[in-house]
């Protein structure tokens, strides 16, 4: 069994804290240590939200939705599944525009060793239907390898674990990401070839630099503007955006492939059997 559910309820005590500890991972010798300890050989991308269409694509249907299959091939390909009853960071925080009881989900063989006190296994019907209400409820997804995850739950090996968070703007862990140290912040990005432009339909009105979770939008000369090397291609903006003015576009044509291809390298949720 996996760690306790009363260091879970810890975990959710210092949550507000995490704008320290991150500031804190920054200082000289710190980052290194940190980046060692709790981040050695993550990957983590963010998939935009599941309402957000794409305007232009490379070899790609008009309107196709964006791409939530890479998280559906893996929770289909994963040899377990666990849903948790709810959201840690939400929970925490105490998150009133987001449902707090849609949680992660994790995949692969560590998962079938977390206490089952913070959720329960699920099929893969099940985790499916999980994840097509955290989209309907206005959720992105961050899908990865997140060492972190499997030290606060206590499994092993980490990397047969992987994460699908469905977090909101307002709550997500890293929210900090911009506080974080430079060796640490590109093991969090974007989905490989996604990319998010403002029309000139753009009036100005903040909203989208407001609610960027990761500062990485900005008001200048009268338009928003997206700093793509900030971007984590969340897709928030556009969703909320009263104008309709910033749009997705995909610059390749095997975005889930290589999304796929970048994640098996460094998790595997379905490891073959020893002969």
Not at 68 to 88: D, P, Q, V, Y
Request: net charge positive; proline share 8%; charged share 20%.
């Amino acid at each position: 069994m996996g760690a306790p559910v009363l260091l879970f309820e810890l975990i959710k005590k210092c949550f507000p804290l995490r704008f320290l500890g991150a500031q804190m991972a920054s200082l000289p010798l710190m980052d290194r240590l940190v980046n060692r300890v709790f981040f050695k050989n993550d990957r983590i991308l963010y998939v935009p939200k599941q309402r957000v269409t794409v305007r232009e694509a490379i070899n790609a249907p008009e309107n196709a939705m964006v791409p939530g299959e890479l998280a559906a091939h893996f929770i289909r390909t994963a040899s377990h599944r666990f849903i948790m009853k709810e959201c840690l960071c939400r929970t925490a925080a105490g998150c009133h525009d987001y449902p707090q009881e849609l949680g992660c989900i994790f995949l692969g063989p560590s998962a079938a060793h977390i206490n089952p006190a913070l959720g329960h296994m699920a099929s893969v019907e099940e985790a499916l239907a999980h994840q097509q209400r955290c989209a309907e409820a206005g959720l992105f997804h961050m899908i990865g390898r997140g060492r972190i995850d499997a030290i606060w739950l206590g499994v092993r090996p980490g990397k047969q674990l992987m994460t699908i968070c469905n977090c909101c703007p307002c709550c997500c862990l890293f929210r900090m990401l911009p506080h974080l140290p430079p060796v640490i912040q590109p093991k969090i990005s974007r989905l490989p070839g996604v990319e998010f432009e403002v029309s000139g339909d753009c009036v100005a009105c903040g909203r989208c630099a407001s609610q960027c979770f990761v500062q990485a939008v900005q008001i200048q000369d009268g338009r928003a503007v997206i700093n793509p090397e900030a971007c984590r291609g969340c897709g928030h903006c556009a969703d909320i955006c009263p104008k309709k003015a910033i749009h997705l576009r995909l610059t390749r044509p095997d975005v889930i492939e290589a999304a796929t291809r970048m994640l098996s390298e460094v998790v595997s949720v379905n490891p073959p059997r020893p002969n």
